[in-house]
């Protein structure tokens, strides 16, 4: 590990050769067109034998594994960005991405180069037929597309090599493709209900799911919980041999005020204390992811027993981005987009407006999906918004806008709601109502992460 931390580089989102971009477009359809990531089949079986016949790249280097219900994304991009300060060459998987597949895999902070995706899919693609032939004859069904980006993720690691893999779950734990690895750090975010038809209609389901990524011998950090799931996680941690630490009882934020751009915040760690810590991001639900990341590191370096430098710790911090997470594409007006997609998301989501931003008006522009729980998640935005602008975003499972409008009368009254049958018309509509008062109005686009990306692309702000 070296002494100082490493600098920032430029956006790896480059465009590449006309060579290159045709296969690397040939790679992306081939992998986008297998079968959706959410057709979860409850095995592990394919991905096992695909990762045994490529030598088990995933074992060759240490995993942080997280799961949970909200802040998955944003905690694991923090951890990635303390290890990266600390030295460390980290591989990154998270889902969904933004704008670019290559978002998924990132290898030192910086998505996975064109050429090395077109060279790994080459590498592991025989092994994946040799596997989806098999699987097909016996009557079952070829790796998915979550499936394959874990095959390609994992591999990509190995190759780079990296020192640590921060590893975010698609859906759940037990049965998601990523679970082929065994974490020495284990991560729950909040868990709450979300996937309900893949994952439980109860909290006490979903932890049990959740808590699948609990090894033997790691050590498990947990964020505050419900009462029932910090139980069931306890239970896995003991039955596994697993120490669990959990936010509010050993680690968490002892002090946090709003700043320009951001937070400043004392970090409780389970080695020490970490003071003038300035996080760019908004909202307490993140100061809590960053008491939680900080604790991940903490304990994959050392179990917990030794502080971290405190101005590596400031740094890597300082250096957090988190696309579509309450994040400013415009300004006058101001436009925020946050890809809350659930009811807890938007819990968090209003509870971080009122603390970080003042508007004379603010006009929401949602997007939702119809697997989702429009009319709840409609109900928790209602009070921090003077006017809801309803549309769809460039996903098939995009309520349609005319549906999710009778949805938002009903919750908003007639005056409060527009409906635009396309994107771009609902961001005109927006901005022209923030900006009908005069100064200090704004836009919160928000409902999914394909509403929130929609919204950056439309708006020039699709560099992550």
Do not use: C
């Amino acid at each position: 590990m070296s002494d100082s931390p490493r600098p920032k580089r430029p956006s790896g989102l480059t465009t590449p050769d006309p060579n290159t971009l045709r296969r690397l477009l040939d790679v992306e359809q081939a992998i986008l067109s297998r079968t959706s990531e959410t057709d979860i089949d409850p095995t592990l079986d394919t991905v096992r034998e695909v990762m045994d016949l490529l030598g088990d790249p995933q074992r060759s280097y240490p995993v942080i594994h997280l799961t949970g219900t909200n802040g998955k994304t944003s905690t694991t991009r923090m951890i990635d960005s303390l290890l990266t300060a600390l030295g460390l060459t980290t591989g990154r998987f998270t889902s969904p991405h933004l704008h670019s597949f290559r978002e998924r895999i990132t290898i030192g902070g910086e998505p996975i180069d064109p050429e090395r995706l077109v060279e790994v899919y080459d590498e592991v693609q025989p092994m994946v037929q040799l596997v989806d032939d098999r699987a097909v004859a016996a009557g079952g069904e070829p790796l998915n597309f979550f499936m394959m980006s874990v095959v390609l993720a994992y591999a990509a690691f190995a190759d780079a090599p990296v020192d640590v893999a921060v590893v975010e779950v698609g859906l759940g734990g037990t049965w998601d493709a990523t679970n082929v690895a065994d974490g020495q750090v284990a991560v729950v975010t909040p868990v709450a209900i979300d996937h309900a038809r893949l994952l439980g209609s109860t909290v006490e389901e979903i932890a049990t799911e959740k808590a699948g990524i609990i090894k033997p011998g790691a050590i498990t950090v947990s964020s505050i919980q419900e009462r029932d799931v910090a139980e069931i996680l306890l239970e896995r941690a003991n039955e596994v041999g697993s120490r669990i630490v959990f936010e509010g009882n050993d680690f968490g934020v002892t002090a946090r005020e709003v700043a320009l751009g951001g937070q400043q915040l004392t970090l409780r760690g389970i080695a020490g204390e970490y003071p003038d810590i300035y996080l760019p991001l908004h909202g307490e639900h993140q100061a809590s992811n960053a008491a939680t990341a900080l604790v991940a590191v903490e304990a994959f370096l050392g179990g917990g027993e030794q502080r971290l430098d405190l101005d590596i710790v400031r740094q890597g911090f300082a250096d957090v981005t988190s696309p579509g997470r309450l994040e400013i594409v415009r300004r006058s007006p101001t436009v925020l987009v946050d890809a809350a997609h659930n009811p807890a998301g938007m819990r968090a989501l209003r509870a971080a407006l009122s603390d970080a931003f003042t508007f004379t008006k603010l006009v929401g522009l949602v997007a939702i999906f119809s697997d989702k729980e429009p009319a709840e998640m409609l109900e928790i935005l209602e009070p921090a918004v003077d006017h809801v602008v309803i549309t769809r975003n460039t996903s098939p499972r995009s309520i349609p806008p005319r549906e999710l409008g009778r949805i938002a009368k009903e919750i908003f009254g007639e005056d409060r709601v527009t409906v635009e049958e396309s994107m771009p018309d609902a961001i005109d509509a927006a901005v022209t109502l923030a900006e009908e008062d005069g100064m200090g109005g704004g836009v919160l686009v928000t409902g999914s992460v394909v509403t929130a990306a929609d919204a950056r692309l439309l708006l020039g702000a699709d560099d992550t």
